[in-house]
């Protein structure tokens, strides 16, 4: 049975987990979502599919909830998804369920997985050492998710309950990521290597006179500052002294979307 697998991925951790599934299952694909890929709006040959991304103010991010609502899907298809985070998986089963059931489909199975904390705007990384044991129990979790898939399992066990639900989409519905980027900008030590503008999925970057510029269509994925091989693209001032993470078995390479 043929599974296609579509993933978000800013600094790596979605992708790390799509390539490991998809290495598990037979006749599988994966596909990123990004700006580029938008205009895939019809899956309806797929037996599986399957999205994996992570998690952004308790949900999903825009462009996933965007790629979702655009496919045209076989509703009689096996649908699960994967969502990496640090904290909680919040509503996304639900929006992707939701989605789903106007499409006359259903959520099969949602699956979390926690992974190193991202979001250096807030926090510094986790240290490597407890990276590291947070992918040696990643591991069987990956292998355990994929006889999930293999045996085309329900479990809607990781859904929030009715009043948990509201409550989050209330917080949810604030994240307005876009203008965002009015908060980036880079030090001197810039060189206009341009890994910014090739690893964003939004497609959100130029380099003018050898430096980026945002265009105000951000998704806060954090690539650009997360992968500047310099270090030199700050979020306002809670960055300058916060280090950066990617997961380190990933290349920038692989999310470039160009």
């Known amino acids: 049975m043929s599974t296609t697998i579509y993933f978000f991925s800013g600094t790596g951790n ?7 599934l998809s290495n598990q299952l037979e006749d599988s694909k994966i596909i990123q979502i990004s700006e580029k890929n938008l205009s895939i709006t019809n899956d309806t040959s797929s037996d599986k599919v399957g999205f994996v991304y992570p998690i952004y103010f308790n949900g999903l991010p825009a462009m996933v909830k ?12 096996y649908f699960f998804a994967i969502a990496t985070f640090g904290g909680t ?13 106007k499409k006359g489909a259903s959520l ?15 926090y510094s990384p986790w240290s490597e050492e407890k990276q590291m044991k947070r992918f040696e129990i990643l591991n069987r979790e990956v292998v355990k998710i994929a006889e999930s898939i293999k045996g085309s399992r329900v479990d809607t066990t990781n ?20 203008e ?12 206009g290597c341009g890994t910014c503008l090739k690893v964003c999925p939004a497609n959100n970057i130029t380099i003018v006179d050898g430096k980026p510029e945002w265009k105000h269509k951000c998704e806060l994925c954090l690539a650009c500052m997360q992968w500047c091989p310099k270090e030199s693209i700050q979020y306002k ?3 300058l002294k916060r280090g950066r993470y990617h997961h380190p078995e990933i290349k920038a390479s692989e999310l470039f979307h160009r």
């Open 108 to 122: 099969s199975a949602g699956f979390k997985v926690k992974m190193p904390g991202n979001y250096q705007v807030m």
């Open 14 to 20: 979605s992708l790390k987990i799509a390539k490991d």
């Open 180 to 191: 965002k980027d009015n908060n980036f900008w880079t030090t001197e030590a810039c060189n």
């Open 89 to 101: 998986a919040g509503i996304s089963f639900n929006q992707i369920d939701d989605i789903l059931n």
């Open 66 to 77: 965007k790629f979702i609502e655009s496919l045209q899907v076989n509703k009689d298809a």
């Open 237 to 239: 001032k809670s960055t």
């Open 159 to 178: 859904r929030a309950g009715g009043i948990k639900k509201a409550v989050i989409g209330l917080i949810y519905n604030t994240f307005k990521p876009n």
